[in-house]
């Protein structure tokens, strides 16, 4: 049996540990290129959202490879993303493929079918070892997200440009060999002193800007070309909303992002009061909590349709009143070229720079905010 | 008081039972009219550019009752089935008209919440505990208000079953009248799947019905199979479909070819419709398998009367050339 599984930011990771521990054989799909998104756009409807796309060209270039088992991940609703598997398994049974496809059903909704669904992967395996098997991968892929965390926030400060991302490379690489508990624990640790070694210059002032919206368009940098790196070399400090553990923890502390999904809620609920699927009240309460925590502009990046992220993009210009904070949205599908992110991206930095420069002449020379961002982070982190 | 209901979206579902309902709470009611020119360019102005083309008509409804009624009745319909969903659009909707309302000077918004995702009878409490707090009406009167508009709701929905259509009982636009209709042996039978609010919206579907109707259509439509039936019928995938108006859809394509009750399918879908993209590829494979064509016909804000005409035209020439063609080798 061999088990495939689509890519997702750096989730295949987890995956290749995860899928170690349980002795499972794991082909991982070729990375995400254009020709993947090209094989995927072909076979899906028109106006699916991006990330389906994606999929099933992973899917499809994974079968190439000789996958005979697909899996993927499902959810109730009302999002598309929780119906994606079937639909896949469809278009690509169309295309003449033979494989058994495996739908992981969130663990909350059900507990017993989350168990048989590893178990039929992993014949013999035991709850007590699922367990200790999810809880040693997860807590590695904690470990990835702190790193990239990290770096978005170090390469607005880098003195050479490209040196944050060569040590982030050189920090996965010193994660991926870690398997025991203490040795993820020293991994983590090490890696991230890596990242924090970058030659910084922490004088420079820097714009502080938040990236929310669909989490897999923030999740993929394929998808959003690379957009968090686009913006660090021009010297911007970020944070963004959605992470990969975040994203898959049955709790709701979102432990990497810092502000657990009840805040989140709270903070939304005079805009959007109900839950809408997908991230839409996430989006629209991180907004609204990075506004209030000073933030010089928002980016919403979404895929084209996503109905979510579209409610609320429909309420953000009531929040960007109110609030008066700056908010780009981006909407992605397989017809965005990287020039044109690039250019609404460079006007949008450079409105935030005009605009914290009248915010400081209005207010005189050393405000709160200016103080609050030259020496926003590595004390806070 | 007089409440305003947009004549949008899920008015063309609910219609009896939300008028006799607020009705019987003693309250006026007045619907927009008929979805017009500048209703529409209203929407699409304001709307959010990705969203799809009912949900712009919404707003353009909402603007158009500005002035003439004292509150909105724009209800979050979270769910009407267990364990189901709506479409996550009803379920921000009134956030969303929220969002605009002071910018356009909306009247106030009744939004109460109905969701029976939990429990079947949830609903029936979440209107009268609306019906309390918004309107101070006693328990036994909201009770009485429910019951009369259910028995409308249900009475609408038995008519339909009937073979009535709704726009027999819904107030037509002249327009959108059959003027003229084949006789029956030169008739064919073409479902037409979609969502209610695109496809009895004369103006965002250029008259879809009529038009059909006229050109020899024998038209058969979801509404006329009863909803337990429907849902029935859809449960033939791996995984239950979450969207209880994409369920109805599903089951009427399966319901219709598993009985051969259609020689032809055009499906209406809203250009950017999140649930129809997913279903669509299920339902053209289900046309696939039973050979019965099938035609999907995406409507947006831009979409010509020319281009649908000559579309739905040579669809039903292709459906009478195949009939006669078969009757030829009978």
């Known amino acids: 049996m061999k ?8 989730l295949h990771w987890m995956l290749d540990d995860l899928f170690e521990r349980l002795g499972v054989d794991y082909v ?15 076979h899906s409807p028109e106006f699916a959202c991006l990330p389906l796309k994606i999929n099933v060209g992973n899917f499809v270039e994974a079968l190439e490879l000789g996958a005979d088992t697909l899996i993927m991940a499902g959810g109730h609703g009302p999002c598309r993303f929780g119906y ?20 992981l059903e969130p663990f ?3 507990k017993w079918a989350f168990y048989k669904t590893f178990e039929s992967l992993s014949p013999g395996l035991s709850i007590r070892k699922l ?26 400060y880098e003195v ?8 982030l490379k050189e920090a996965e690489q010193v994660l991926v060999p870690a398997y025991t508990p203490e040795e993820i624990e020293e991994g983590a640790r090490e890696s991230l002193a890596i990242i924090d070694a970058v030659d910084q210059d922490l004088d420079r002032e820097v714009l502080k800007v938040g990236i929310v919206g669909e989490f897999f368009l923030l999740l993929e940098p394929f998808s959003n070309f690379g957009l968090e790196e686009i913006l660090g070399h021009m010297g911007v400090y970020i944070e963004r909303s959605v992470w990969v553990t975040d994203w898959i923890a049955p709790n709701r502390d979102n432990k990497i992002y810092g502000f657990p999904k009840q805040l989140v809620e709270e903070k939304a609920a005079p805009y959007l009061s109900h839950n809408v699927g997908g991230e839409g009240r996430e989006t629209i309460g991180s907004i609204v909590l990075m506004a209030e925590r000073g933030f010089d502009g928002i980016i919403q990046l979404l895929p084209f349709g996503c109905m979510p992220e579209n409610i609320a993009t429909s309420i953000i210009p009531k929040v960007q009143r109110e609030h008066d904070i700056p908010v780009l949205t981006l909407a992605f599908d397989e017809q965005t070229g990287r020039a044109g992110l690039v250019t609404r991206v460079e006007a949008f930095v450079d409105l935030l720079v005009a605009r914290r420069g009248s915010k400081l002449a209005l207010a005189g020379a050393a405000t709160a905010t200016d103080a609050a961002t030259k020496q926003p982070s590595l004390s806070k982190l | 008081m007089r409440v305003g209901i947009p004549r949008s979206l899920l008015y063309y579902k609910y219609l009896p039972f939300w008028k006799i309902f607020l009705a019987e709470l003693g309250l006026e009611v007045e619907t927009s009219p008929l979805t017009n020119k500048q209703i529409l360019s209203w929407g699409v102005e304001v709307a959010e550019n990705e969203l799809c083309v009912p949900v712009k008509a919404f707003y353009g409804h909402c603007m158009a009752l500005r002035g003439k009624v004292d509150a909105l009745f724009v209800p979050r319909v979270v769910s009407v089935e267990e364990r189901e969903y709506t479409c996550p659009k009803f379920l921000g909707l009134p956030d969303m008209v929220a969002a605009v309302a002071d910018q356009l000077e909306l009247p106030p ?19 009268i505990n609306f019906a309390r707090e918004e309107f101070g009406v006693g328990i036994m009167d909201a009770v009485a208000a429910l019951e009369t508009a259910r028995l409308a709701q249900s009475r609408y929905q038995e008519s339909l079953v009937n073979g009535h259509k709704p726009l027999d009982m ?27 609010y695109n496809i009895y919206d004369g103006y965002i579907t250029q008259n879809l019905v009529a038009r059909l109707e006229e050109m020899g259509a024998e038209l058969v439509v979801p509404e006329m199979t009863d909803h337990h039936v429907l849902m029935q019928a859809a449960t033939d995938v791996p995984k239950q479909l979450y969207w209880t108006y994409e369920k109805e859809i599903m089951g009427a394509i399966n319901h219709w070819t598993g009985n051969n009750l259609v020689d032809g399918v055009i499906y209406v879908l809203a250009f950017a419709c999140g649930p129809d993209s997913l279903v669509q590829v299920l339902i053209e494979h289900r046309a696939r398998m039973h050979k019965v064509p099938l035609m999907s016909l995406t409507i947006d804000e831009h979409s010509g009367e020319a281009g649908l005409v000559t579309r739905i035209e040579a669809f039903t020439d292709m459906l009478m050339r195949k009939k006669t063609k078969a009757e030829a080798v009978a």
């Open chain 2, 109 to 127: 918004l009744l939004t109460p919440k109905l969701n029976q995702r939990e429990k079947p009878s949830e609903f029936k409490w979440q209107l």
């Open chain 1, 160 to 167: 050479n440009r490209g040196d944050t991302t060569r040590a």
């Open chain 2, 170 to 196: 819904l107030p037509a636009s002249r327009l959108n009248r059959t003027r003229w209709k084949a006789p029956k042996d030169k008739r064919k039978r073409i479902g037409l799947l979609g969502h209610p």
């Open chain 1, 3 to 10: 088990v495939s599984c689509p890519h997702m930011g750096h």
């Open chain 1, 28 to 42: 991982k799909p070729p990375p995400t290129t254009t020709k993947t998104l090209t094989i995927g756009a072909k």
């Open chain 1, 84 to 103: 994606y598997g079937i639909v896949e398994e469809r278009i690509l049974r169309d295309l003449g493929y033979d494989f058994k496809f495996i739908m």
């Open chain 1, 131 to 156: 367990w200790k098997t999810l809880k040693a991968s997860f807590s590695k892929g904690r470990a990835f997200d702190e790193i990239y965390k990290r770096s978005l926030q170090v390469r607005a």
């Open chain 1, 108 to 110: 909350d909704d059900g």
